[in-house]
């Protein structure tokens, strides 16, 4: 009996005593993962090259030399030189380029640009064709290309047709593929961390801790995959978006004739006649609404004056004026005692 209570009490003991480090050793795996992840989004690319140069400076300090203030020149040219060993294709560029070309046949050179692009090892993107206002054919496709044959492929097409405009261009993306690659395997050494402590990990409060952790960090790891494959898919393969269009119709210039002749004349009278009874259709048709309306008017107006009260009494003639008499002369009255009467013709008696 002894015996087996000293065995429960030690084996109590190494459970007691194994409790305790996993808790330690799980908040200080936490806090420094939480420190590296915060470092990582500022100074990834810093840390690539640091962890580069980690061997070289480390055989330095055996060989019992240590570098100074003076050996900083070098140590940035080490640090390119690491970021070049770590990085094997060298730099990373995205390249892409726009071409306008003037062709004959749209279809043919669609055909063609396909074609190209197939036997370089790419592949054919976005495909648009449709019709200006001139009825000219018209296509626009994108074609993605590795970059060893970007140069060819270009050239391939441009010369397709007549060359209207090219532009291409190269961004150096290489200190963002090596920092992103630094970032993707700092976060995959703090995922297994914490898988790890999952796995020592005793208690359901701590566990729950973990798996929220782990949770984070594989979404942040996520992320980082994504853009690294962003990255990758487009420093890979170049971009070529090629435009296609017919040409303009040529214009034919009508022949100069100095000569005025009878024929000319007339015809351009015949033309001055006809735009002229084009003009007075133009007027007759503008006023007909107008004299129209103006003829309904009148039209009701008569209606309605005959309707009126005393619209049917004729007008009264006006009396004529009578005709005027002769003058007559008045005959003078005699002066009283003179005996002369009015004048009968006949003559008064001599008195004795």
Not at 326 to 345: F, M, N, S, V
Request: one cysteine or more; aromatic letters at 2%.
């Amino acid at each position: 009996m002894g015996s087996t209570a000293h065995i429960r009490n030690t084996t109590h003991g190494r459970r007691h005593r194994r409790s305790m480090p996993a808790a330690l050793l799980l908040a200080a795996a936490l806090a420094v993962t939480g420190c590296t992840a915060g470092s990582d989004g500022g100074e990834g690319g810093k840390a690539a090259a640091d962890r580069a140069e980690g061997p070289a400076s480390g055989d330095q300090d055996n060989g019992g030399g240590k570098a100074g203030k003076g050996d900083q020149g070098a140590g940035n040219s080490g640090t390119s030189a690491a970021r070049k060993a770590s990085d094997p294709a060298g730099t990373h560029i995205i390249r892409t380029a726009t071409l306008s070309v003037r062709v004959k046949d749209v279809q043919s050179a669609l055909d063609t640009a396909r074609k190209a692009a197939e036997d370089a090892g790419g592949v054919v993107g976005d495909e648009s064709t449709d019709r200006d206002a001139s009825g000219r054919e018209r296509s626009r496709i994108t074609l993605r290309v590795p970059q060893d044959a970007y140069a060819d492929v270009l050239d391939e097409l441009s010369g397709t047709g007549k060359l209207v405009s090219r532009k291409a261009k190269a961004k150096d993306v290489t200190d963002e593929v090596v920092d992103v690659e630094s970032r993707v395997k700092t976060q995959r050494a703090s995922v297994a961390r914490v898988r790890d402590l999952m796995d020592d990990a005793t208690k359901l409060a701590d566990v729950v801790t973990l798996e929220d952790e782990l949770s984070t960090r594989q979404a942040e790891l996520d992320s980082l995959l994504a853009r690294r494959a962003s990255l990758e898919d487009r420093t890979t393969l170049s971009t070529i978006t090629l435009s296609l269009s017919q040409p303009s119709p040529p214009v034919k210039k009508a022949e100069k004739d100095d000569d005025t002749g009878v024929g000319d004349a007339l015809a351009g009278g015949w033309g001055a006649f006809v735009t002229f009874l084009r003009w007075v259709a133009v007027v007759i048709g503008a006023a007909l609404p107008f004299l129209a309306l103006g003829a309904l008017l009148v039209l009701l107006w008569r209606l309605l004056r005959s309707r009126l009260p005393g619209a049917d009494r004729r007008r009264i003639p006006w009396p004529a004026a009578p005709a005027h008499a002769p003058a007559t002369i008045p005959t003078p009255t005699p002066a009283p005692g003179t005996g002369e009467g009015p004048d009968t013709g006949e003559k008064a008696p001599k008195s004795p």
